[in-house]
Structures are given as C-alpha cells and as structure tokens.
C-alpha cells in the first residue's frame, strides 16, 4: 500500500478528549475511554529495512503502553467522585439511624406471671393522672410530664403496692420499640418506699408525645434521665431467683 518509502506501520497518537481536562475542573469525571487517532508517520530511511513484522510488534508494544499510561488518568476523576458519594451516603445513613424516632411503638404490654393487660393512649387517659416536673440533664430544661403513676398499673396483676419480706426480690424490665431496657426494683416504683415517681408518661409539657410516645416512662428523682424509656411498649415484673 505504501509502496517502498520508509515508514512504521501503524504509530499511535493518542488524543486526551478536550472535555477531560474541563469536567476535571467543574468536579465531573470525564469519559472513561481514551479515544486514539492511528495515523501514518515517516520514520527514517534506516528503518526501511526493518520487516512488517518487527514493526508491527514494535507499535503494538507503543501503543499497550500509551493505552495503560493513561488510563489511570481517566479513571482517578471518577474514584475521587465516587468516593465522596459513598462516604456522604454512610453519613446520611447514620445520621438518619441516630437522629429519627424509635421504631413506631404499639400498644403498652405489662405482664406479671401469667397475668397480662395492655393500655392504649384511649385507656390510659381514662385512669387518674399526676403531673410531675423533673429536669432532663440531656435536653438542660425543665419538662413537666404527665400520665399514670406506674404503681397503679401494676397493682391491678396483683404486684404488691406495700412490699414486704421475698417481695423486695421483685424487679421489672421496661422496654421501648427500639429494644432499649432498664431494669427497676419493686421498691423504687411504688411510693410506700421511694419517695420518687416513676410515671407512664402520654404528654409532655401539655402536648401528646411526639417522637418519644405514645408512652414514655419517667422517673424523678435521678440525675440524669439513663433509665427513661422513650416508645414504652412492655414492661416484665419478674421475681429474682
């Protein structure tokens, strides 16, 4: 085709897309592919001894290391895109983990041996409430809560209100929606030892729960609010072994 001028067959130019280097400097990743442009070169009179052979293998080394050489530089724009994508979803998705409401809590289950009741937010009004003000070390605020001393509901399975003797060994656990549980002995519940209040909470502040409720228990009388439950959906008395 080229008759007996001295040339090599196949030389590689490689061309860089001009849109490359502006995405690089908007923030976009350029294309991932290299575009190259195969032209004929003139080489020297004394390659023109050289077999198509030998230069066919000589240009197709040329043109692997072009290829390889650049090819990184196209794909690190679309690294350094991808990498601050993913570390912003894990953020979002931490942040959603750590700062939404617990799981949507259903209605208060409190069990005793093989006794049991459940309360809804239209049950649990229609007991007696008392309102306390207790200050939340989390929050720096005064709150005042309102809702049914939790003695009340456990005297109604038979949980002694004047504990005597064994019945100290007595404990509950109180559970919220998001399976967060604290654990309260019989005597610090009922007012005939503790001079706290331990309330199931259904407003605060004269409002019904919002991302705590419908029921949340609260104590008085503590320092810092560790063993509030927020969502409250069970609590377990149990006798200590």
């Not at 228990?217 to 320092?223: I, P, Q, R, T």
């Given at each position: 085709m080229f008759g007996e001028a001295p040339f090599v067959r196949n030389p590689v130019l490689v061309n860089y897309p001009r849109a490359a280097s502006s995405n690089r400097l908007n923030g976009t990743a350029p294309p991932a592919l290299i575009f190259l442009r195969i032209q004929p070169v003139a080489c020297y009179q004394e390659h023109s001894n050289?077999?198509?052979?030998?230069?066919?293998?000589?240009?197709?080394?040329?043109?692997?290391?072009?290829?390889?050489?650049l090819l990184p530089f196209s794909l690190i724009p679309a690294l350094g895109q991808s990498a601050p994508a993913a570390q912003q979803q894990a953020v979002d998705q931490q942040s959603m983990s750590t700062n939404r409401p617990a799981v949507l809590a259903g209605p208060l289950k409190i069990t005793f041996g093989d006794k049991s009741s459940e309360w809804t937010t239209a049950t649990l009004a229609a007991l007696p409430h008392k309102t306390i003000k207790v200050y939340n070390e989390h929050q720096k605020a005064d709150q005042t809560y309102s809702g049914v001393e939790l003695i009340d509901l456990l005297k109604l399975l038979g949980v002694p209100e004047k504990p005597h003797g064994k019945e100290f060994r007595m404990y509950l656990v109180a559970e919220g929606s998001d399976g967060y549980e604290?654990?309260?002995?019989?005597?610090?519940?009922?007012?005939?030892?503790?001079?706290?209040?331990?309330?199931v909470a259904d407003s605060m502040d004269g409002k019904a729960m919002a991302g705590t409720g419908p029921f949340q228990?609260?104590?008085?009388?503590?320092?810092r609010p560790a063993r509030w439950v927020r969502n409250l959906v069970a609590i377990h008395v149990r006798p200590a072994d």
């Open positions: 050289e077999s198509p052979s030998r230069n066919e293998a000589f240009m197709s080394l040329i043109f692997k290391s072009a290829f390889l050489g604290v654990v309260y002995s019989v005597g610090e519940v009922t007012p005939d030892v503790h001079d706290g209040t331990v309330l228990l609260v104590a008085s009388g503590e320092k």
